[in-house]
Antibody, heavy 115, light 107 residues
Framework: EVQLVESGGGLVKPGGSLRLSCAAS????????MNWVRQAPGKGLEWVSSISSSSSYIYYADSVKGRFTISRDNAKNSLYLQMNSLRAEDTAVYYCARGMATDYWGQGTLVTVSS | IVLTQSPGTLSLSPGERATLSCRASQSISAGYLAWHQQRPGQAPRLLIYGASIRATGIPDRFSGSGSGTDFTLTISRLEPEDFAVYYC?????????FGQGTKLEIK
């Protein structure tokens, strides 16, 4: 069974940093691209970042470019999102999702940016 | 690519047919158009990819169609668990944009 479990969310002050993790199991992690998608409270889905299976290709939404860094460790079956210079508008549930078509999603981790 | 979904809210009764629309700001490859369902308090789940291919375990009352700029998700006979928010997504190239969503509510 494919499982994606996010962790690392929490309350952080504006300008602060946070590192999210996504633990993957039930599939060959190193064969899939991975994504972070977020959802602000009461809002729709917003794609944040993607990374190819071997980390050769990395993409970011304009809204996070220069502040967020996506990475992965295929030996640990893990995906990461380093978030720096956080703003109030980054407050959201952050989901990791598998593959280009985002065919499996984790349950999400809540990031709240507030003073 | 900007994806615009309509209507914003659709009010129907169980057993009725639902038709949801997703329009792209320019012609896109149907091979990279997906539909996701999100029930309240839950993570999204993939329903359709490649515009018309049902994901694993998705009932056949869900179907997708379309090409060019216009795509449709059809639910043939609504079940109570189908009342949710639906998002289309284009995933061929960055940015992998989502539509703003259509809320399907019980009439």
């Amino acid at each position: 069974e494919v499982q994606l479990v996010e962790s690392g969310g929490g309350l952080v002050k504006p300008g602060g940093s946070l590192r999210l993790s996504c633990a993957a199991s039930g599939f060959t992690f190193s064969s899939y691209s991975m994504n972070w998608v977020r959802q602000a409270p009461g809002k729709g889905l917003e794609w944040v970042s993607s990374i190819s299976s071997s980390s050769s290709y990395i993409y970011y939404a304009d809204s996070v470019k220069g502040r967020f860094t996506i990475s992965r460790d295929n030996a640990k079956n893990s995906l990461y999102l380093q978030m720096n210079s956080l703003r109030a508008e980054d407050t959201a549930v952050y989901y990791c999702a598998r593959g280009m078509a985002t065919d499996y999603w984790g349950q999400g981790t809540l990031v709240t940016v507030s003073s | 690519i900007v994806l615009t979904q309509s209507p914003g809210t659709l009010s129907l009764s169980p057993g009725e047919r639902a038709t949801l629309s997703c329009r792209a700001s320019q012609s896109i490859s149907a091979g990279y158009l997906a539909w996701h369902q999100q029930r309240p308090g839950q993570a999204p789940r993939l329903l359709i990819y490649g515009a018309s291919i049902r994901a694993t375990g998705i009932p056949d009352r869900f179907s997708g169609s379309g090409s060019g700029t216009d795509f449709t998700l059809t639910i043939s006979r609504l079940e109570p668990e189908d009342f949710a928010v639906y998002y289309c997504q284009y995933y061929r190239s960055s940015p992998y944009s989502f539509g703003q969503g259509t809320k399907l509510e019980i009439k």
